[in-house]
């Protein structure tokens, strides 16, 4: 009894009393048992120690330490995470550890409500209108969704009508929107952290993106750190422990609404928590309108099943803030993680939109080689960079290769690959396992220009930065990349190119193929 959590309300002079107590009843139970001097002396000192644990690790009074918001930010360590913390309810902020125990428990629905909720305005309608004025739609880039399933575990399911803006590539198109969307990332960060009541400085931004939803866009329920199914037996949502998902280390996440239906012209689009014994059925009150400058915060687990609705055309006929009539759903998502050695890279900013035109001008129209910061743990790897023949038309040969990769993304199996447009000349090619990507960036000038060929076709493998591609993609990429050559050289050999340049093309495209981690079958 005496090792039982010690009641904070409680004053030390009750247990001083308590103790007296349990002291003296021992006393006269050693006496009547004749137990000896020896053992008696040694329960005296084993109660004299935990009175001194008690007094010690016990507040002599129930009123909450007031929390400094400058105090340094805890590390997620114990010891460096302030007792109390005066932005929620509760009295002491939680360390990962009770966060975790906490998550555990969220079957008990008084629990549940600690991990889910939101909070109205933590950006201005002003601040959220400025952001948006700098998002026109043609700047996003086509996503891909999760693996989440109902019925079929096998089934892939990506969203509709939804693309994204990540920092990479807000970091190098206009310095006024990236510092503005930096500030707002921050207000999001802070205030998810204090909703969960998590110490000041505990939660680490995994990933930032600007989502956009159009007409059609919606996502399917799914957890953010699970492949989850719903059991036959116990109709009840679970996470798959024999697929892997791809950001297992995820703690909490948050969607801040950037517009609402009236300014982006659209209907529908509401996030929502699903039910997680009825099917991925959306709650009864598990519905959050859109409203500008709301945020909802949640843990990642099949605890907090969750997703969007379809958003529909609007029935106003007026212009959005960036000029067009397509219907729009703008929002902020963020994932957190706890281990800082996930925590997303933030790019400085690198090069505005004048200077690569001034560039592109001064290369004749072809594109300048992208340079990386040398400290982005998520910088892509070049694997090989193909020239392109002057006499090949860049534009026939996007088409080709595009065309060509569609028709492969079905292999090995179903929804292997997704294959998407970025701007007007860059590929994105996505692996099923989320674990790494490869890209083709069309039109990109030679370092070294030749009689032959001075445009080239880039390719690079993109991965998180925080694990490595699986050795599945590693296998399926060479596969794919292995035939892509092959197609290149048809194309190439149709034109009739001259001995010399044949050649010299010839050993670019073997040069190519020895970069791949897997040898032509």
Not at 435 to 458: C, N, R, W
Request: overall charge negative; glycine content about 6%.
């Amino acid at each position: 009894m005496l090792l039982a959590a010690p009641n904070p309300v409680r004053g030390s002079w009750r247990f001083s009393i308590f103790l007296a107590e349990v002291v003296g009843r021992q006393h006269q139970v050693m006496k009547k048992t004749m137990v000896t001097m020896l053992h008696y002396k040694f329960a005296l000192a084993v109660l004299a120690a935990l009175a001194l644990l008690f007094f010690v690790h016990c507040p002599t009074s129930s009123a909450a330490k007031s929390y400094d918001n400058s105090a340094a930010a805890c590390d997620g360590n114990d010891d460096t995470c302030p007792d109390s913390y005066s932005l929620t309810g509760e009295s002491k902020c939680l360390h990962p550890s009770d966060f975790q125990h906490r998550v555990a428990s969220f079957f008990d629905e008084s629990i549940l409500t600690l991990l889910r909720g939101t909070v109205d305005k933590v950006i201005s309608n002003k601040d959220a209108k400025e952001l948006v004025e700098l998002l026109p739609l043609s700047d996003f880039v086509e996503s891909s969704g999760y693996e989440t399933d109902n019925k079929d575990r096998a089934q892939y399911t990506a969203p509709v009508a939804y693309a994204g803006l990540g920092l990479k590539e807000l970091s190098t198109s206009n310095e006024e929107r990236y510092n503005k969307l930096l500030q707002i990332r921050e207000k999001i960060r802070s205030a998810t952290e204090s909703s969960l009541n998590l110490c000041p400085g505990l939660l680490k931004i995994d990933y930032t993106t600007i989502a956009q939803k159009t007409e059609g866009g919606a996502h399917r329920a799914h957890a953010d750190n699970c492949v989850h199914y719903f059991d036959d037996k116990t109709k009840t949502a679970v996470c798959d422990p024999s697929r892997q998902h791809p950001y297992p280390k995820r703690v909490a996440a948050s969607i801040l609404y950037l517009n609402d239906p009236t300014d982006g012209n659209f209907n529908g689009g509401e996030f929502y928590f699903a039910n997680r014994t009825h099917f991925g059925e959306v709650e009864d009150s598990g519905q959050v309108a859109v409203e500008t400058g709301k945020m909802i915060y949640f843990t990642s687990g099949v605890e907090n099943l969750h997703g969007a609705l379809k958003v529909e055309r609007g029935s106003s006929s007026e212009q959005n803030d960036d000029g067009t009539t397509i219907p729009r759903r703008l929002a902020i998502a963020m994932w957190y993680v706890f281990d800082q050695s996930l925590e997303e890279f933030v790019p400085t900013f690198q090069a505005s939109a004048a200077s690569e035109e001034e560039a592109t001008s001064s290369l004749g129209g072809l594109k300048p080689r992208k340079v990386y910061d040398s400290n982005d743990p998520n910088a892509p790897k070049e694997l090989f960079t193909l020239p392109i023949p002057d006499r090949i038309d860049i534009s026939s040969l996007f088409q080709s290769v595009g065309a060509y990769l569609v028709s492969q993304q079905n292999k090995p199996m179903v929804g292997s690959w997704t294959i998407s447009q970025y701007g007007e000349d860059t590929l994105h090619v996505l692996f099923k396992d989320h674990s790494a990507m490869f890209s083709l960036d069309f039109g990109v000038a030679l370092i070294e220009a030749t009689s032959h060929a001075k445009a080239s076709v880039v390719v690079e493998r993109h991965t998180d930065g925080s694990r490595a591609a699986s050795l599945q993609y590693m296998l399926q990429e060479s596969v794919l990349l292995h035939g892509l050559l092959d197609s290149f050289s048809k194309v190439i050999l149709n034109e009739s190119l001259g001995g010399a340049e044949e050649e010299y093309l010839g050993d670019e495209m073997e040069k190519a193929r020895n970069t791949l981690p897997a040898r032509r079958a």
